[in-house]
């Protein structure tokens, strides 16, 4: 049975010293590198929700003209349409006509019939297919390269370019999960090692009175793992105050951009279940590494 | 498991070993122990008894020869089989090698555990051991809080709990007095006459002549023949004859021995 006494001496080895405030610490990191993914993700998804399904392409007016040449503006507007009607994402694009302006500037301009007269940037109304990932950055990119008057509605290149920086620290967060991971595995196989080399005359007794690596190995992951499960609840207590705290703050801002830290169960389990995965690791990798340290032994 | 009640319990065949790199401290060692026999191993500081029994008891691997423990080749056995083949073998190490975090009880049930023993069976064995090896009174005593006497006591205790077949000791009454160097003696010779197989390391002379075994004398890395003032020339023969004519039957290879156990008190 795993659950079985030991025979290895437990006080104050480094596996004793040692192991508990490294999982600490690792859960630590990794309960906020998770925390961190989630809140983003969550927020990102709220951004782009947030935005309508319909975005306006601006074509600026040849400056000291004066209106002079619309045939060159009217081939600008002609080539940006053509564009976005092949794109699969665009399920409409047509021009603003003279009359929608009209009404658009009446606030601001009075009864002005002479639309036509003024240096105004002509517009596109684009309708986006329902659902469609609109990479609005990439859109603008390809607009200004084949008609460089071209501008996209500002505020949904700036928060794509929000969504794709929160996807970037994002990333990183996961590349910090896995170092995370990769360096419990380190410490963990360097502190049993040591703890090997202290309990080695034990090991050998009962290496030579017949006992299988198995049973060695399992004394050792079953240290691992109680030692590593109390680091671990300590690290994820750490982890959940500072989120709270973090969450109160959060709400202290009033600002749209700043996401709301609160969780799903969902997102409560994957955050309880990083203790048990680093415990998991931290067993395992104990384990594996009196086993491959026995079967050096005949 | 292929094991004949006439194989030897052990049997070496030109074997030699070296430690790492330094020169050979056993060599052309040949000999066998038959099921049930008792044999003394003689030899000066540093002839190579220890190793000798650390071959035997599967902590090292001969640099050269043939081992078979059992019946079975050392050399061509799995690994996962060998500690099948420790668990028939009782092992009384020169330096103790006890757990000195663990109490004398835990010391001795040591095997038994290992062995997936259950624990109720654990309890009544261990401390019957333990009083008849004059322990009672220390079962849960520390190990540090022994006295070297009494630990080498623990050290046979642990040797001998689980009725091993084969028992090989290393020095086991270097500690004790003669009185209790002779009761000890008497457990061993006990759980010969039920057919366990010894070979005892010692320094001993005293009790080598009273108990009057067979000995294997080692001198420098080798065997020399026995010249000692108690073996009949008889036996000397016989023990000789041991080592060079492997394959003959217990019975027949140490008739001398029997006799002469009796006739020395
Ligand atoms: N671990 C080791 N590494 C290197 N050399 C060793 C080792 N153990 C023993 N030796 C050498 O092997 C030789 C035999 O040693 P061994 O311990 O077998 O002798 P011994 O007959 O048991 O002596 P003693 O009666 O003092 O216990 C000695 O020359 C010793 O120096
Ligand atoms: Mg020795």
Known sequence: MFWRRTDLPVDSDSLGRFLPGIVAFMVYLATLALAGVMILMEATTTWQAGLSSTMTVQIAPEADTGGGLPAAEDSRVQSALALLRRLPDVARADVVNDEA?????????????????????????????????????????????????????????????????????????????????????????????????????????????????????????????????????????????????????????????????????????????????????????????????????? | MTFDANDSIVRFENVGLRYGLGPEVLQDITFELPPASFHFLLGPSGAGKSSLLRLMYLALKPSRGLISLFGRDIATTPRDDLPALRRRIGVVFQEFRLLNHLTTFDNVALPLRVAGIRESEIEKHVRELLAWVGLKDHVNARLPTLSGGQQQRVAIARAVITRPQLILADEPTGNVDDRMAMRLMHLFEELNKLGTTLLIATHNETIVRRLGHPRLHLEDGRFVDVDSDVSSSEEKTETTATRKAPKRSRSARFPAGSAHRQGTP
Do not use: C
Not at chain 1, 221 to 237: D, S
């Open chain 1, 101 to 298: 302006m009209t009404t658009l500037l009446e606030p601001w301009l009075g009864e002005f019939t002479a639309v036509e007269e003024l240096p105004l940037p002509r517009l596109i109304d684009v309708e986006l297919r329902n659902g469609a990932e609109i990479d609005a950055l990439g859109l603008a990119e390809l607009l200004t390269a084949e008609v460089p008057e071209a501008t996209v509605d500002d505020h949904r290149v700036w928060l794509d370019r929000l969504a794709r920086l929160a996807r970037a620290v994002g990333g990183l967060a996961v590349i910090v999960l896995v170092v995370i991971g990769a360096i419990t595995v380190t410490i963990v196989i360097f502190t049993t090692r040591t703890t090997l080399a202290i309990h080695r005359n034990a090991i050998e007794v009962l290496h030579l009175i017949g006992a299988h690596d198995a049973y060695v190995a399992d004394q050792f992951a079953r240290r691992a793992l109680v030692l590593a499960l109390k680091g671990g609840l300590v690290g994820l207590a750490l982890a959940v105050s500072s989120l709270v705290g973090l969450a109160y703050l959060a709400a202290r801002i009033e600002s749209e951009l700043v996401p709301d830290i609160a969780f799903g169960p969902l997102q409560w389990a994957a955050i309880l279940v990083l203790p048990l995965v680093v415990a998991a690791i931290a067993t395992l990798t104990a384990r594996g590494t009196v086993m491959r340290a026995l079967a050096k032994m005949l």
